[in-house]
């Protein structure tokens, strides 16, 4: 992968770096699928920097939500995030990072009743 970016999305499709440990990849995953979510279609009037701490804080909550630690304070201090700017974007954040949840734990929920025993499908993000 080109960079330092550990991931990276672009129309529906999410690549990550192949060398994370488990918990760096599920928030990557998590941090790219909150581009998806979010920045899609709705890149225009948004900074670089309100989007990555949209899909980054995102991600932290995915992550928490499940217990697995997250490294977002570091990530999210490169940009200069302010508490302000999160405050003002704290309901796009909590709808993302539900819809994400609930996509992971109806997931599961399948695979428990049986429905995922061949090959999982993969996980479908609706627009």
Known sequence: MAGSAEG????????????LDTPARCGVIA???????????????????????????????????????S?????LATYDVTAEMLTASLQSIGNAAKKIISLIENSGKQIEEGE???SPAPLVIPA
């Open 8 to 19: 990276y999305s672009k129309g529906g499709l999410i690549e990550i770096e192949e060398t």
């Open 31 to 69: 941090h790219e699928i909150g581009h998806e979510l979010m920045h899609r279609t709705n890149r225009e009037g948004t900074t670089r920097q309100q989007r990555e701490l949209e899909a980054e804080s995102v991600s932290y909550a995915v992550l928490a939500h499940f217990g697995i630690h």
């Open 71 to 75: 490294e977002s304070r570091f990530y």
């Open 116 to 118: 995922g025993e061949q």
